[in-house]
């Protein structure tokens, strides 16, 4: 259904943080690829239904008309598709690597959903996704520790996968009423560290506008 | 003194666990088992998964690695020489990546149902696993197994459906894979569960079938 285009395509959405993993680590690789903003709200193109049948979201990245979805599953593709092109995303070493997998996939499992419970829930739901979300930052604040990035010297993997979803933190600070500054400073440094980057400053949507885009969430679910 | 060699800690009746276990032994991996109870963690296996506390982990010379798939990949890399667990192919890899996280994340979420439901919507989760399982039997068309001619990562990670499922639906009183339904993947059970080192690693099936009535009726009763 991607029909023979031949080069990188990429199903999109300008606030998907998952949409946003997958184009950092392609900019970050100088990677040339096609944007293509999808309807998601509404109603969702035969391209996307048919690149996707089985979950119908973005992002789906297009190889030559072949489609790879789920954003680890692509940022994974990528590096394997693209050996030459670097910075290598995974370290060489398998132990490291599996780090990277474990860490990567605790992002994956726990930020997006807990902070979607903290705005759509209130009382005991909110209070409870709170105190789980200070829980996976604080873990990530320690795993963090004194290094630059999570990949070390170097932005890797488990960077890629957490980046975009920092946009997101004003938001969870003012449902959740915490602050990461506070909670987690060496999050809060990487954070601005990451954004200085072209890539992550070219790509990443402003806090202001996630917080605007939930507002416009929570009045689709009739939560407002 | 450096620790060699390797371990791994798990649970006799875990099929996330068997995972680790089926891999190893495709690469020819001499390994130590330890049985743990999860009602009463040992202090070993919580200091080597501060994290999430859970089995299975996997100690190579002293160093853990934990999540099943993760593992998986990991023995997959570490001992590159032996039998190939992942594709070659990137595209191939992908698919295969994509198919373990849909098994792990909406057929397991489907099929947990079934094992305490009972008479009308236990009909309906029923349907609803099928459903899921339906979509992933997509993955074996035209093949032998998910891996082709022979078994590969994704076999090895939804493996544990050919002899959990059985189980669990003599167990529920429930149908889901059958003939009608599910032709291709009842044909992949009876391949898979004759794959040597698949037979060899299976937990008693007496014991196993004991601890999920007994789970069953746990469940039920709470």
């Known amino acids: ?224 | 003194m450096a620790e060699k060699g390797v371990k791994v800690f798990g649970m006799w009746a875990s099929p996330m666990v068997i995972r680790v276990e089926w891999a190893l032994r495709l690469k020819g991996v001499v390994y130590e088992y330890v049985d743990e109870d999860l009602a009463s963690k040992s202090d070993a296996l919580l200091r080597r998964n501060p994290v999430t506390k859970k089995v299975p982990v996997l100690v190579h010379d002293g160093k853990p690695i934990v999540e099943s798939t993760i593992i998986v990949e990991y023995i997959d890399e570490a001992w590159k020489d032996g039998y190939p667990i992942m594709p070659a192919d990137p595209h191939d890899r992908a698919q295969a990546r994509f198919w373990a996280r849909f098994a792990d994340d909406k057929c397991n979420a489907a099929i947990y149902p079934v094992f305490t439901a009972t008479g009308k919507a236990q009909r309906e989760v029923v349907r609803e696993a099928q459903r899921c399982l339906k979509t992933l039997e997509t993955a074996l068309e035209g093949k032998k197994f998910f891996g082709g001619d022979a078994i590969g990562y994704l076999d090895v990670v939804v493996g544990w459906y050919a002899y959990w499922l059985p189980v669990i639906e003599e167990v529920s009183g429930a149908s889901i894979v059958t003939d009608e339904e599910l032709p291709l993947m009842k044909a992949w059970f009876d391949r898979f569960l004759a794959v040597d080192v698949v037979k060899d690693t299976l937990p008693p099936r007496d014991k196993l079938l004991a601890l999920n009535k007994a789970r069953r009726a746990q469940l039920l009763s709470a």
């Open chain 1, 1 to 224: 259904m991607g029909g023979e285009k031949k080069g990188l395509v990429l199903l999109d959405f300008w606030v998907s943080p998952f949409a946003q993993r997958c184009r950092i680590a392609l900019a970050e690789k100088g990677l040339v690829y096609e944007s293509l903003e999808q309807e998601l709200l509404g109603d969702k193109s035969d391209l996307l239904l048919g690149s996707n049948p089985v979950h119908k979201k973005v992002p789906v990245l297009l190889h030559d008309g072949r489609a790879v979805c789920e954003s680890l599953v692509i940022l994974e593709y990528i590096e394997d598709a693209f050996p030459g092109a670097a910075p290598q995303l995974l370290p060489a070493d398998p132990y490291a690597r599996a780090q990277a997998r474990f860490w990567a996939d605790y992002v994956d499992k726990r930020v997006y959903s807990c902070g979607t419970r903290l705005w759509k829930l209130k009382g005991e739901g909110r209070a409870a996704a709170r105190a789980e979300m200070l829980e996976t930052l604080r873990t990530l604040d320690a795993e963090l520790g004194d290094k630059a990035f999570f990949g070390g010297e170097a932005l890797g993997f488990v960077d890629v996968t957490l980046i975009p979803l920092t946009s997101w933190f004003y938001s969870y600070e003012k449902q959740g009423g915490f602050s990461v500054e506070e909670e987690c400073p060496r999050l809060a440094e990487w954070a601005r560290r990451c954004g200085e980057r072209e890539s992550v400053a070219k790509v990443l949507t402003a806090p202001e506008e996630v917080h605007d885009f939930i507002g416009l969430l929570k009045k689709h679910y009739g939560l407002e």
